[in-house]
């Protein structure tokens, strides 16, 4: 469970984001939900320990994000905006090295990597140079490194980014399987379509503050539009009251 209170940063003169609080559940999909520049990353940074808060605080499985870092990274797994594979090294080896900074032994990485591959379609991409691999692939072996350590909690930001239109349905069947595993999932976007695919609960941010959330029907109830596009462009302050 991801649970965050008052989360706020500020960069200099720029209050990126001023108060957020919300709750992803485990066995749940919780999309964050805003326009461009809202707030949803640096938010997702914060939780994942890589900024630390300005004010307020994130917990993950009733850990602090702040006086226990070390112990909520082990208990997240992270795609971020930003995918970073090692260009040089194979899809396998990128994988496996992550596993090894996570303390994984060599025949528990191979046990993961096994299962992981089967799930993701990577068997035939393992033993090749991630450098010229396509988004999609990318996009999958990214994720493989996220999840090589079976984390509880999964925070995915922009996962459907650049992906053709296969690809992305066989991440939402991933990320159906993380939930029905149980597990917490956290992910931003800004694509509707893919939300109201995936989501069992909306927070909606804008100008670095929650606007509104709640099930996809509450948000149509909230903002009385018939469809989610709508509801997000008026609840997000982006459309005048009717």
Do not use: W
Request: aromatic residues 4%.
């Amino acid at each position: 469970m991801i649970v965050a209170e008052n989360l706020a940063k500020r960069f200099g003169g720029v209050q990126a984001v001023s108060r957020v609080s919300f709750t992803a559940p485990d066995g749940s999909i919780t999309a964050l939900l805003g326009p461009n520049g809202a707030g949803k990353t640096t938010t997702l940074r914060m939780i994942s320990t890589l900024v630390a808060p300005t004010h307020g605080t994130a917990r993950v499985d009733g850990l602090d994000v702040g006086r226990d870092a070390l112990a909520v990274r082990a208990r997240i797994g992270l795609l971020s905006d930003a995918r970073g594979l090692y260009g040089r090294l194979t899809a396998r080896e990128n994988v496996a090295y992550y596993g090894a900074l996570r303390g994984l032994a060599p025949a528990a990485i191979e046990a993961s990597l096994a299962r992981l591959a089967g799930v993701l379609e990577l068997t035939a991409l393992l033993d090749r140079r991630t450098d010229g691999f396509s988004q999609g692939e990318r996009m999958k072996v990214a994720i493989a490194r996220a999840l090589v350590h079976d984390p509880p909690n999964v925070i995915l930001d922009e996962p459907g980014n650049g992906l053709d239109v296969m690809t992305t349905r066989n991440l939402r069947d991933v990320i159906r399987r993380l939930r029905d595993a149980g597990k917490c999932v956290l992910f931003s976007s800004h694509v509707m379509q893919e939300v109201s695919a995936l989501c069992d609960q909306i927070v909606i941010v804008a100008k670095g503050e929650v606007a509104a959330h709640g099930t996809a029907g509450e948000l149509l109830e909230a903002s009385g539009c018939t469809n989610l596009e709508d509801a997000f462009v008026r609840l997000s302050g982006e459309a005048p009251e009717p």
